[in-house]
């Protein structure tokens, strides 16, 4: 069965610093691979997406992603954290099912960000 | 702002109650999607609908039923709420059912 591993609940890092953030995804075919961002009280938004191409996915606010076959990850990244960062992250993967598709969300990492 | 709208975006009721969750989405996409949000299941997906026509099933109770109207909105209904109903519910829309989800803010419900 399809599913998504993020292995670390909590993240704390120093604004300035880097961040990554890890996935791993079991999937049969090539997978449609997404992070979604949310923050408290608010819905999920879009970070960025891997549909095929390129192996490293330029999102918004200054995060990548890179998609990595051979270990079944899709590590989120960010350069340099900013306080505002401070968020929970999701990464998911795409399923298809006949007529329908559906995502399959990890159970998320909550970040922190100290000033 | 994703362009999904969700109302209400809080919703306290009691046990054994009916409630209806609204869902608009994007004025392109054809595709809207359920999803549920809770501290022990995490999020799981509900239902999907296609232009009007249910396209498939996930981990929804047989006492949740969702429907998508002509205009596209959507509404998911959930009765005889029990306290483990308790979650935030999200929708999301797409294009077509391929393409990337917009998800809307939520309706969180509380049931007392």
């Known amino acids: 069965a399809q599913s998504v591993t993020q292995p670390d609940i909590h993240i704390t890092v120093s604004e300035g610093a880097s961040l990554e953030l890890r996935c791993n995804y079991s999937?049969?075919?090539?997978?449609?691979l997404f992070w979604y961002v949310q923050s408290p009280g608010q819905g999920l938004q879009l970070l960025l997406k891997?549909?095929?191409?390129?192996?490293l996915v330029q999102g918004i606010k200054g995060f990548e992603a890179e998609f990595k076959r051979s270990q079944s990850s899709f590590n989120l990244r960010k350069p340099s954290v900013h306080w505002s960062d401070a968020a929970e992250y999701f990464c998911?993967?795409?399923?298809?099912?006949?007529?329908?598709?559906?995502?399959?969300f990890g159970s998320g990492t909550r970040l922190l960000v100290r000033p | 702002d994703s362009g999904v709208t969700q109302t209400p975006k809080h919703l306290i009721t009691a046990t054994g109650q009916r409630v209806t969750l609204r869902c608009s989405p994007r004025s392109e996409d054809l595709s809207v999607y359920w999803y549920q949000q809770s501290l022990d299941q995490g999020l799981q997906f509900l239902i999907h609908?296609?232009?009007?026509?249910?396209?498939a099933k996930g981990n929804i109770l047989e006492r949740f039923s969702a429907q998508q109207f002509p205009d596209l909105h959507s509404e998911l209904n959930l009765s005889s709420l029990e306290l483990g109903d308790s979650a935030l519910y999200f929708c999301?829309?797409?294009?077509?059912?391929?393409?990337?989800?917009?998800f809307g803010p939520g309706t969180r419900l509380l049931v007392l």
């Open positions: 891997y549909f095929s191409g390129d192996t």
């Open positions: 999937y049969g075919a090539t997978p449609y």
């Open positions: 999301a829309s797409s294009v077509t059912p391929q393409e990337t989800q917009y």
């Open positions: 609908y296609y232009n009007g026509e249910e396209r």
């Open positions: 998911a993967v795409g399923r298809s099912m006949d007529s329908s598709y559906k995502l399959i």
